[in-house]
Nanobody, 116 residues
Framework: QAQFVESGGGLVQPGGSLGLSCVAS????????IGWFRQVPGKLREGVAC????????DVLPSAKGRFIISSDNAKKTVYLQMNNLKPEDTAVYYC?????????WGQGTQVTVYL
């Protein structure tokens, strides 16, 4: 069963940076698309960034383009999310996730708070 352990969240002021890590296990890491999602209480969870392990291509939420970078290290089975120029609206719990039919698997999440 796919499992994730996220880390790297914290408190940061607007304009600051944070780097999130997600260590994966229980599935074929080299051949699976893995994504970062975020959720604010009372709102739907939204996709932030995704990396397709088959070709290394990435996709980033339009509001995060130019600020967030997703990458991975196959040897460490780890996916990273580097977040720069953070804004208060980036405040959320960030989750790592993978879709392995018939289900989607989630990590426990890590809190990111951007405060004035």
């Amino acid at each position: 069963q796919a499992q994730f352990v996220e880390s790297g969240g914290g408190l940061v002021q607007p304009g600051g940076s944070l780097g999130l890590s997600c260590v994966a296990s229980g599935f074929s890491f080299d051949h699976t698309a893995i994504g970062w999602f975020r959720q604010v209480p009372g709102k739907l969870r939204e996709g932030v960034a995704c990396i397709k392990k088959t070709d290394g291509s990435t996709d980033v939420l339009p509001s995060a383009k130019g600020r967030f970078i997703i990458s991975s290290d196959n040897a460490k089975k780890t996916v990273y999310l580097q977040m720069n120029n953070l804004k208060p609206e980036d405040t959320a719990v960030y989750y790592c996730s993978v879709l392995i039919p018939p289900g989607r698997y989630w990590g426990q999440g890590t809190q990111v708070t951007v405060y004035l």
